[in-house]
């Protein structure tokens, strides 16, 4: 029993050191390039070294941190070329699941969404928060329609990625009014069952979100590893 209890506060400890880093990664808070050193590290999280290690290798099969000698890890960075890459896998998944979400998906359950999204309040304090789970709610019911474990755990990994990526871009207003036009959209091709308008919408969207993101790294002048805030794409 002490050896289970043992292995069950390790796995909680790895948890939550894994947890603490990847907020700070994605908030900025670790930014790319910092040195994340085992003791250092094991010290500020309270956690002892081996479950530290396990939650770096976690963080590095994520593809959110790069191994630079066996006790030395560092913040990967992430430029404009990394983020064309990663909207090129993007737009690969997330048009076949919109495209297998309108066949398969619950239309009313989609409809309801595109409900939301049309009456969305950007202009109030909240609203962009409110925005930002409605997002978050369509994304997951897409992954229920789609019922894809595989589809659905590489989409995981690019939405990890992809919170890096929304704080490198200026805060556009228009982008965010856009970005919600898009969505209703997409949602209300999903409640009609129609496939290739929903793969159509969601590439149209991609295609505009990145363009967005590259000029704002663009109109900075700056490293794009530095970032700001958010444009909800």
Do not use: C, W
Not at 76 to 84: Q, T
Not at 114 to 137: C, K, M, P, S, T
């Amino acid at each position: 029993m002490r050896l289970v209890s043992t292995v069950v506060d390790r796995t909680r400890a790895s948890d939550r050191a894994y947890r603490t880093l990847l907020e700070e990664i994605q908030s900025g808070a670790l930014a790319a390039g910092a040195v994340l050193a085992e003791v250092e590290q094991a010290a500020r999280l309270g956690v002892s070294r081996t479950p530290l290690r396990e939650a770096l290798r976690r963080l590095a099969a994520d593809g959110l941190v790069v191994q630079q000698s066996p006790r030395v890890t560092v913040v990967a960075g992430l430029d404009a070329d990394d983020i064309r890459a990663l909207f090129q896998i993007r737009r690969a998944l997330e048009e076949t699941s919109a495209r297998l979400a309108a066949q398969r998906g619950d239309a009313d359950a989609f409809a309801a969404l595109a409900e939301e999204f049309q009456h969305v309040d950007l202009a109030r304090a909240e609203g962009r928060d409110d925005y930002y789970a409605l997002i978050a709610r369509l994304d997951a019911e897409l992954d229920a329609a789609v019922a894809n474990d595989y589809l659905s755990s590489a989409l995981r990994t690019v939405r990890t990625h992809l919170v890096r990526v929304r704080r490198m871009a200026r805060d556009k207003p228009e982008r965010l009014a856009a970005s919600a036009g898009e969505h209703l959209l997409i949602a209300r091709s999903l409640a009609s069952r129609d496939a290739d308008l929903a793969a159509h919408a969601t590439h149209v969207h991609l295609h505009n979100a990145l363009q967005s993101i590259l000029e704002s790294l663009d109109a900075d002048a700056v490293s794009p590893r530095f970032t700001r805030s958010t444009t909800g794409d």
